[in-house]
């Protein structure tokens, strides 16, 4: 999540933090429709730590999502244009307990699985979802991400600080909030399969540079495209991820400029509706001469659309490509405001959607 937090502390055992992400939408072109809507988040976390448990963390995530889908009722695109994008819930986002032991941790309960594989630093400066999560990963198969996390253990160990290795498993099905719309039901289902997760993360540079390369396996049965009533057992995904600070600011001691690129690729066409994705940027901080906190980006993302489903379906369009240019400046340590457009070339794969044009002006409040 974009937003900032500014922690509030009792004896230092007790973190509660809070945020506001609200943002205005308009379609300009086509789409679905043209139009506006207001969609926005609040979030609210607090963890424990307590003292008499030497290295262990209580961790507990409220969200509310409230207003307009503009990827439902106006774009119609695959990728989602707006992280934030979800409809109007109360849930449970996250719970867990997470245990230190020199350079391994061991984290379990309701766990997003985004929050620590297939993400980026350079990617969370994007509103557009594809940047947060490859949509070869999260249109493919269960995976338990915002909004829906879901019951799993996660292990990381860092060999030494350049190099960390994290896996971990999940229950195979999520759900979604219409059937569970607290997300306090929970059950796991050998029919449903187990999703597990592996990545390697290698730091160079002092760490401006980053290398992360893993795989999702899900163990579940997946309709083929071709056939479904014919099933195919597990699906493989795995994935990519660069970053680099390509100018380093001394004065300011923060990166300048910086670049990433992100892959993801599903080796089985026949279960698998988007089979490769890539994307890939950059972003500037301190446009105007350091004087103020802002960044400015731009960045692309390409899903590709499975063969098999391309000669089922004479509808479908190849490919869905997007580009986004966003601009983030700090009015002060708890007001953030980003303006941001974004066009969808081949918005849905769809013949019968056109491109589409669009923006948002989202407004980041921390307390």
């Known amino acids: 999540m974009l937003a900032m937090y500014v922690y509030s502390q009792t004896e230092n ?34 963890e424990y730590k307590p003292k008499f448990f030497n290295n262990g963390e209580f ?3 409220i ?41 391994l941790f061991v984290k379990f309960g309701i766990i997003d699985l985004n929050s620590d594989y297939l993400n980026s630093n ?12 490859q949509p070869s990963a999260s249109l493919n198969m269960p995976v338990p991400i915002f909004p829906m996390n879901a019951l799993g253990v996660n292990l990381q160990y860092s060999f030494f600080d350049k190099l960390i290795l994290r896996t971990g498993i999940w229950d195979g099905n999520p759900g979604d909030l219409n059937r569970n719309p607290y997300n306090v039901q929970w059950k796991l289902s050998k029919s449903e399969g187990i999703l597990s997760a592996t990545e390697f993360e290698y730091k160079y540079k002092n760490g401006l540079g980053n290398l992360k390369f893993g795989m999702l396996y899900h163990s579940a049965n997946f309709k083929t495209l071709s056939d479904t009533s014919c099933y195919i057992k ?13 100018v380093y600011d001394k004065i300011n001691n923060k990166p300048k400029i ?16 988007i089979p490769l994705s890539f994307s890939g940027g950059v972003y500037y901080s301190n446009v105007f001469l350091n004087k103020i906190d802002d960044k400015i980006g731009f960045a692309f993302s390409y899903a590709k659309i499975s ?11 190849t490919k869905e490509t997007l580009f986004e240019l966003t ?6 340590n708890n007001i953030s405001i980003q303006p941001d457009l974004q066009y969808i070339f081949n918005s849905g794969v769809n013949n019968n959607v056109s491109d589409a044009f669009v923006g948002f002006l989202r407004v980041i409040i921390n307390t």
């Open 234 to 246: 597990g699906n493989f995904q795995f994935h990519f991820i660069f970053e680099q600070v390509i």
């Open 258 to 273: 910086d670049v990433f690129a992100n892959i993801g690729y599903l080796p089985n066409n026949e279960i698998n509706v």
């Open 63 to 103: 969200e509310n999502t409230h207003g307009g889908n503009p990827s439902r009722d106006y774009i119609g695109d695959l990728q989602v244009a707006s992280n934030i994008d979800n409809g109007d819930y109360t849930y449970l986002s996250e719970l867990w307990y997470k245990h230190s032991f020199n350079n």
């Open 13 to 46: 055992t007790i973190n509660a933090r809070a945020s506001y992400i609200g943002e205005g939408f308009a379609n300009f072109t086509r789409g679905l429709q043209k139009g506006e809507t207001y969609l926005g988040k609040i979030h609210f976390g607090i």
């Open 327 to 332: 601009y983030t400046i700090e009015i002060n």
């Open 122 to 133: 350079c990617g969370g400066v994007f509103l557009n979802s594809s940047f947060g999560i």
């Open 307 to 317: 063969d098999v489903l391309l000669r089922k379906y004479m509808e479908y369009k």
């Open 59 to 61: 961790s507990a995530h």
